[in-house]
């Protein structure tokens, strides 16, 4: 499966961003899907992420409450909703494929390439 994430850009804080991951390939919906963002020298980290089986969805305690996880599989994509942004938000946001609906970088197979947030305060 291919992944492309998309939707990032420049806002203020306190707004709203929706971030999409479009997937390619027609085993989409049998996958989980991660978010992860990486902010300049630091670790990639778990933002959240949703399951394939039954649509659970986890996040990372840093931003629960203010992002929420859906999909679509018969438009074969993922959003990523976030609201209430801070300038600690600002990253390269990538979402990625694994079997699994795992918080482990390793877990995942599949990545796309990122798309950049920018929070301003």
């Known amino acids: 499966v291919q992944l492309q994430a998309s939707g990032g850009g420049l806002v203020q804080a306190g707004g709203s961003l929706r971030l999409s991951c479009a997937a390619s390939?027609?085993?989409?919906?049998?996958?989980?899907i991660g978010w992860f963002r990486q902010a300049p020298g630091k670790e990639r980290e778990f933002v959240g992420g949703?399951?394939?089986?039954?649509?659970?969805?986890a996040y990372a305690d840093s931003v629960k409450g203010r992002f929420t996880i859906s999909r679509d599989n018969a438009q074969n994509t993922v959003y990523l909703q976030m609201n209430s942004l801070k300038p600690e938000d600002s990253a390269v946001y990538s979402c990625?494929?694994?079997?699994?609906?795992?918080?482990?970088?390793?877990?995942?197979?599949?990545w796309g390439q990122g798309t950049q947030v920018t929070v301003s305060s």
């Open positions: 949703i399951a394939w089986s039954d649509g659970i969805t």
């Open positions: 390939g027609r085993t989409f919906s049998r996958y989980s």
């Open positions: 990625a494929a694994s079997s699994r609906l795992v918080s482990q970088t390793s877990g995942y197979a599949f």
